[in-house]
């Protein structure tokens, strides 16, 4: 399930502190910026990324890098953003991947709380193909108690969809839920959670595994 509004709350504010406190490193400086956007604010970060990669080769140049940090409305000085491409592109290309660039900007998750993600997931993704789909909720997520859909506001493919956009961008929700933006989605939320048993209970509780 989505994160309370509790954590997102603790997450926003938590960055938000951390920022005016003076962060020196660069990376940490757009990890919390993201953060303070709530749990979906790196996955949005990659999905700008994404929009901007017009050929598909999932790499950036120092141009892309530094337009995708502007247009996602966050805020680098310019040895900040070539302090931060530096760091990601250790092959001295002059390109960085998508892959490698998440990787350094998730929270880091110990061993047990990705685990518990990763299976989450893999529960949720029926079909094995990697995405979560609307089909792939059915049979695994319960609608019949959704206030709305007990209503008859809302049908039983509304509730999947709006589920669905929880771990989506925000204006930017297209029904489907990749490993990828689950990951950085429950990094997010872990970032919001001290108590690793915490975690561990939230997310057994939140999907029965």
């Not at 089909?135 to 997520?141: A, E, F, N, P, Q």
């Not at 989506?168 to 929700?173: F, L, W």
């Amino acid at each position: 399930m989505a994160s309370t509004e509790r954590h997102e709350q603790d997450m926003r504010q938590k960055a938000a502190r951390a920022l005016k406190g003076g962060v020196r490193d660069p990376i940490e400086m757009l990890r919390l910026q993201c953060l303070a956007r709530g749990a979906a604010g790196i996955k949005g970060l990659g999905r700008a990324f994404r929009i901007m990669d017009d050929d598909g080769n999932k790499k950036l140049d120092m141009n892309e890098f530094r337009k995708g940090i502007s247009d996602y409305g966050l805020v680098l000085e310019e040895e900040e953003i070539r302090d931060t491409f530096s760091i990601i592109d250790v092959d001295h290309s002059s390109t960085i991947s998508f892959d490698e660039f998440l990787k350094h900007l998730r929270p880091p998750m110990n061993k047990s709380r990705r685990g518990l993600v990763l299976k989450a997931f893999n529960k949720l993704d029926k079909t094995g193909d990697g995405v979560i789909t609307v089909d792939d909720l059915k049979g695994v997520y319960d609608v019949t108690k959704h206030p709305k859909y007990v209503s008859g506001e809302w049908t039983d493919e509304q509730v999947f969809l709006k589920f669905l956009e929880s771990y989506d961008t925000p204006n930017q929700a297209d029904g489907l839920v990749t490993k990828e933006e689950f990951v950085n989605y429950y990094s997010g939320v872990s970032a919001s959670i001290d108590n690793d048993a915490y975690f561990d209970l939230m997310m057994r509780t939140s999907w029965k595994l």
